[in-house]
């Protein structure tokens, strides 16, 4: 979050606006109005941008340009392999390294990444699920090789597998042992990285395969309730780690179904963890979350449309309480942002934070009568989803059933067919349809990088000493084959250069690898 904020609080034509309106319920249980008493007034969200193309050294140049340009934290995107837990000289990696994210496979591509960033003192949020431990543990290496002790580094890591399962389909792991490895980042964090959120538990990706709003609520906190369970097995305290869970939320064109919907998160929440689990440190039945915009809601047809779509999106964030916020450039239905589109797309929260009014009063459409019972549906619905998830065993024997996959493919194929009729507008589409004008340049990514990563990649096989890794390895499978806490084992596996998809490739010795019912 920013700076201090000022103390005189007017509209542009100097009324006096309160810090709320209407009953002051702002930073109490349930937390529907804000999990903050002052909110926006005090500090405003972390504006981030979602950035990682190509190499470690030009993502690194996009963050300096961001951070230099306003953005107060770094969000960082991984290409496929990287995600996958494969090294870019793997075979199956060839024609994916560096074109939806930064290519990262070992400890020196993370030193690239992060050089000259001052790690004490920005967060950085990494999308990374499956192997989330091994590139936490990059980060914390490097830090410490900088001068930046593990309890100063600020950030969040994904690390939401179950969701994986559901919708997105870069898991590795088959679900048991991907919980474990949650949990062991859970117990690690809590004493060495307590500054670090240690999951983001994503209905993000949940809305983007085509879930509704009550979907994207009831799958989301579903799967937060397993990982709660997980880590209570494992014999921790509910609040040694449900501080630092946190949540990621999309935000889609409905403006008032998605305020609403995140009023209702944070209550059902509160009302759910309260309940079960009766925690002493209120910040453990806190939902504080980060969003971004829809995606799937850019079109690439007059891609300038897209601006206005983002905007609607991000002040229905700002209005229902967001903590963090990405807004999408216009040209990500064409190709990967340039420099230009993602400055439009920070300029376009600026705005908001500074212009509209929106930061100025706690939860600014609370007491509309449609916000209320908006967010009253919502709960209910889905409250009543969750139950239902539960008396199938829970979120982890529903996904094992493939019922969550079924529900979202069912909601995708509804909102395809009313598209397709014109039941619903979608401008530039089937709605103000034009023949199409010249595109906006497009980043390409670089076609050479692959070649250059092998390169690397065999240079520093060659240079390392062998036994040392393969020790470094052993221990890692045979940690995995125990009960001991896998995070210290991957960082003295870093630390000898033991490589990312050779580290993934000793936790399958033990855990082997999952495919889901639906083929993901």
Known sequence: MEGQRRNDWRTLGGIEVPKIAGPDESGKPPYTRGIHDTMYRSRLWTMRQYAGFSSAEATNERFKLLLERGQKGLSVAFDLPTQLGLDADDEMSEGEVGRVGVSISCLDD??????????????????????????????????????????????????????????????????????????????????????????????????????????????????????????????????????????????????????????????????????????????????????QVAGVSLTAQQPLNNISRVTIQALAAVCGGTQSLHTNSYDEALGLPTEESATVALRTQQIIAEESGAASVVDPLGGSHLVEMLTTEIYDAARAKITEIEEMGGALKAIEAGFQQREIHEAAWNHLMQVESGDRKIVGVNHGVLEEEKMPPVLKPDSELGSRQRKKLSALRSARDSESVELALQNIREGAAGDSNLFPLVIAALKQDCTLGEIVSAMKDVFGTWMAPSGF
Not at 245 to 250: G, L, T
Not at 260 to 275: G, M, N, P, Q, V
């Open 110 to 291: 993370m030193r690239i990444l992060l050089s000259e960033i001052p790690l004490d003192k920005v967060s950085t949020s990494m999308t990374i699920n499956a192997p989330a431990m091994i590139l936490l543990a990059m980060y914390v290496a490097v830090a410490e090789e900088n001068g930046v002790s593990q309890s100063q580094v600020r950030g969040t890591i994904q690390n939401d597998i179950l969701k994986e399962y559901i919708a997105r389909g870069t898991h590795i792991f088959p679900p048991e042992s991907s919980m474990r490895l949650i949990t062991d980042i859970f117990e690690h964090c809590a004493t060495e990285i307590p500054a670090w959120n240690t999951i983001s538990i994503s209905g993000y990706h949940i809305r983007e395969a085509g879930s509704t709003a009550v979907q994207e609520v009831a799958f989301t906190i579903a799967n937060a309730l397993a990982y709660v369970e997980a880590a209570i097995k494992k014999g921790l305290d509910i609040d040694t780690f449900g501080p630092r869970i946190s949540f990621f939320f999309n935000c889609h064109n409905d403006f008032f179904e998605e305020a609403s919907k995140f009023r209702a998160a944070r209550k059902l929440w509160y009302d759910l963890i309260t309940e079960r689990y009766s925690p002493k440190n209120p910040k453990s039945a806190m939902l504080r979350f980060h969003t």
